[in-house]
């Protein structure tokens, strides 16, 4: 033990004069610190990956110079000869090599922690034990590697070499100095069999993901196994002298040292966990990124306008909103987005779409994508709708994506989701899959509708759903007309699947055709009436009951204004500009082709009775929402709420009203009234600032300059990568 310590000592010692050691240890960890801090604003939230950035550069620099090329030189000046004559092992030497390296590192993180807290006001990790320990594990890890390198190498020039090849591909590759998400996939790929990488992506899951070393046994397991079998080789191997020469063959223990990595490698070759991961905790932290929207008129959703204003952003949040002049970007720490002659307006809400359904027609049906719910979600982020509500659709379909999108893993649109639909035998819904084969048809609509026989079933089959996650019930009153008829729900079994849907705490949402609908959907306690009714007046009287209950009118004037174009062979819902830059090409062309075939004849109905009752909801002080029933043709998904609110003004409805059924009404229908659809201090920061006034001009909100999603600035342009690589 007296050996341990002396070795320790001495090593310590000879550490503080060596001049590479501590610029490799101390000074380059620092210039890297505030280079990075100061060329990525550091300041302005990106301070926990700007200290990832540098631990990980300084653990490779202690570890692959300071224990490596340390131990090299050590080697050729023959102060290793001297210590021989002790005698001694080379046990005491390597345990002083790692000590020291500890012990000369701990000063350096406790100083990055500080500084970052100091200077760039990163809060301290609350997993700080999980962060110190891995960091711990992973110098020790990396001084292992370093000493191997000296083990194997014959001279210093050979050591420097070797050394090199191991630092550079880790530097560069691992996300220590370029971020890997920016890389092509295939790099990615090739970056996972770095030991830097996983020290990296560990550092970034516990600093900046906020997860512990448990969650992170993968990681920590590899560079505990690197650092034994470093350790075993350094010894095996070791030399006392610089005349010893090892056989050129002795270098593939490299291999044996970097063989937990090269395991770990493959396996995310093909799982490509880590790739994701990758995706999910860049996104967090995009999302803590400081902005200050300056000089913007900003419409709050909820009947308020301020003329010109700012809003500050933090942590995905909004932070405060300035009337007038705001503190400047530099006090605030906040990267500027300037919004001269723009509107700042809450994210649009459509919560009437069906995410399973194209909203058009593709010649050949195979190509009709399978990730089609993806591409509608990023459809209609791209065109700043930030939230949908999915209202019939394949259930489990939905939900899995919407687990993507709350994992982080993928960028869309937040889903909502009110489904299987309840109908019963032969009524609305049930028609989607007669063709198909029985086995098919069966687990197609276990997994659409619900047609309970009783009470007591419609009590369960709500339980159930509520337990799959909804956030919504719906059921069909709809009985057709000519030529297209339906059996019709018996209200007593609507009443029944309402108080099911009260009990279970479950908004209902009721898709009505009829006065005598939505008679029966009020008595049934609808949270909401879906469609209204395009054919018949509604009385006043029903409005009336609407207001006093409290249920929303949801009139969806875009698909009845597509059918009505696709009748008269026009084509302008899919010329949109917005509509074309997102809807699928095959889909925009078949639907066309489709279109222009038709013969074309006048519209069986026209909006004539669907405006009237819309603005008749209106006058009456009825909760108006935006929903569009995308999904049905010649309803692509995306740019919905852009044209419900364009036909919504051409009905005669205010574009201020138009505006809080997108926004505030449609979110507090959703549930979700007290994180979004307002520009409110604590909410989240999701809205999109667009070019001119749409109080004046209801079409400004289709052009759309910036979009943030829950504090993230979206770049539009890359949220359908994912489809664009496969």
């Known amino acids: 033990m007296n050996a341990y310590i002396a070795l320790t000592r001495i090593y310590l010692r000879l550490t503080l004069r060596d001049r590479a050691a501590l610029f490799f240890t101390y000074l380059m960890p620092l210039m890297f610190f505030f280079l990075f801090g100061e060329l990525n604003h550091a300041e302005r939230g990106m301070s926990p990956m700007i200290v990832n950035m540098v631990l990980t550069i300084g653990i490779l620099g202690t570890g692959l110079f300071g224990a490596g090329m340390r131990a090299t030189v050590d080697r050729e000046t023959n102060i290793l000869r001297r210590f021989k004559v002790a005698p001694i092992s080379p046990a005491p030497i390597l345990f002083a090599s790692m000590v020291v390296g500890l012990a000369n590192y701990i000063p350096v993180y406790v100083l990055i922690l500080t500084l970052a807290n100091r200077i760039y006001a990163m809060p301290l990790p609350p997993n700080l034990v999980s962060l110190t320990v891995f960091v711990l594990i992973g110098v020790i890890a990396f001084r292992a590697i370093g000493l191997m390198a000296a083990s194997v190498a014959n001279s210093s020039q050979e050591a420097m070499v070797l050394i090199q090849s191991l630092y550079m591909p880790m530097l560069f590759l691992s996300g220590a100095t370029i971020p890997l998400t920016l890389m092509p996939n295939w790099v990615?790929?090739?970056?996972?069999?770095?030991?830097?990488?996983?020290?990296?992506?560990?550092?970034?899951?516990?600093?900046?993901?906020?997860?512990?070393?448990?969650?992170?046994?993968?990681?920590?397991?590899?560079?505990?196994?690197?650092?034994?079998?470093?350790?075993?080789?350094?010894?095996?191997?070791?030399?006392?002298?610089?005349?010893?020469?090892?056989?050129?063959?002795?270098?593939?223990?490299?291999?044996?040292?970097?063989?937990?990595?090269?395991?770990?490698?493959?396996?995310q070759t093909y799982s490509k966990e880590n790739l994701a991961r990758n995706k999910v905790f860049e996104r967090e932290l995009s999302r803590k990124v400081n902005w200050l929207v300056r000089n913007v008129r900003i419409v709050t959703g909820d009947g308020g306008v301020i003329e010109n204003g700012s809003v500050l952003v933090r942590d995905g949040k909004i932070a405060e909103i300035y009337t007038g002049e705001a503190p400047s970007e530099k006090e605030l720490r906040a990267n500027e987005i300037d919004g001269a002659g723009k509107t700042l307006l809450p994210g649009l809400i459509d919560v009437h779409v069906h995410l399973g359904a194209p909203g058009g027609m593709y010649e050949n049906p195979k190509d009709f994508a399978t990730n089609s719910i993806g591409h509608a979600l990023s459809a209609y982020l791209y065109s700043g709708v930030t939230a949908v509500r999915s209202l019939g659709d394949l259930a489990q379909s939905v939900l899995a994506e919407r687990e993507k999108l709350r994992s982080g893993s993928r960028l869309g649109a937040e889903v909502f989701l009110a489904g299987p639909l309840f109908t019963v035998e032969g009524g609305h819904g049930t028609e989607y899959f007669k063709q198909l084969p029985e086995a098919q048809r069966k687990a197609m609509e276990s997994d659409f509708v619900r047609t309970p026989h009783t009470a007591a079933e419609a009590a369960q089959q709500?339980?159930?759903?509520?337990?799959?996650?909804?956030?919504?019930?719906?059921?069909?009153?709809?009985?057709?007309?000519?030529?297209?008829?339906?059996?019709?729900?018996?209200?007593?079994?609507?009443?029944?699947?309402?108080?099911?849907?009260?009990?279970?705490?479950?908004?209902?949402?009721?898709?009505?055709?009829?006065?005598?609908?939505?008679?029966?959907?009020?008595?049934?306690?609808?949270?909401?009436?879906?469609?209204?009714?395009?054919?018949?007046?509604?009385?006043?009287?029903?409005?009336?009951?609407?207001?006093?209950?409290?249920?929303?009118?949801?009139?969806?004037?875009?698909?009845?204004?597509?059918?009505?174009?696709?009748?008269?062979?026009?084509t302008d819902p899919i010329d949109r500009s917005l509509v074309q830059q997102v809807g699928p090409a095959k889909l925009l062309a078949g639907t066309r082709t489709f279109i222009l075939k038709q013969p074309k004849q006048p519209s069986a109905f026209t909006l004539a009775i669907a405006n009237a009752n819309l603005l008749a909801a209106y006058k009456a002080g009825v909760t108006l929402v935006t929903g569009s029933d995308a999904g049905n043709p010649p309803t692509v998904h995306g740019p919905t709420v852009h044209r419900e609110m364009q036909l919504w003004v051409q009905a005669g409805i205010p574009p201020a009203i138009a505006l809080e059924a997108a926004t505030f009404n449609a979110a507090k229908l959703l549930g979700a009234g007290g994180r979004m659809g307002a520009i409110r201090k604590g909410y989240e920061a999701t809205f999109i600032i667009v070019d001119g006034n749409p109080l004046k001009d209801i079409g400004a909100t289709e052009r759309i300059s910036t979009l943030l999603f829950k504090g993230e600035r979206i770049r539009r342009q890359d949220l359908f990568d994912d489809e664009k690589s496969k």
């Open 462 to 570: 709500v339980a159930e759903l509520k337990q799959r996650g909804v956030d919504a019930i719906k059921a069909v009153m709809e009985a057709g007309g000519p030529g297209r008829l339906f059996n019709r729900m018996d209200a007593s079994m609507l009443k029944a699947i309402g108080e099911a849907a009260r009990a279970q705490q479950l908004p209902l949402a009721v898709h009505t055709g009829t006065a005598q609908d939505i008679t029966d959907a009020l008595d049934a306690g609808a949270s909401s009436i879906e469609h209204g009714s395009s054919w018949q007046a509604i009385p006043e009287s029903l409005f009336a009951r609407m207001k006093q209950q409290g249920a929303a009118y949801d009139p969806t004037l875009t698909v009845y204004d597509g059918v009505i174009a696709m009748a008269e062979g026009r």
């Open 188 to 267: 990615q790929i090739a970056g996972q069999f770095l030991p830097a990488t996983h020290l990296f992506t560990g550092m970034q899951a516990i600093l900046g993901g906020g997860e512990s070393i448990l969650r992170n046994l993968s990681a920590t397991g590899a560079l505990l196994l690197a650092t034994v079998v470093g350790a075993f080789i350094s010894i095996k191997l070791f030399r006392w002298e610089k005349q010893e020469k090892l056989k050129p063959a002795a270098k593939l223990w490299v291999l044996a040292v970097l063989a937990p990595f090269v395991l770990m490698g493959a396996y």
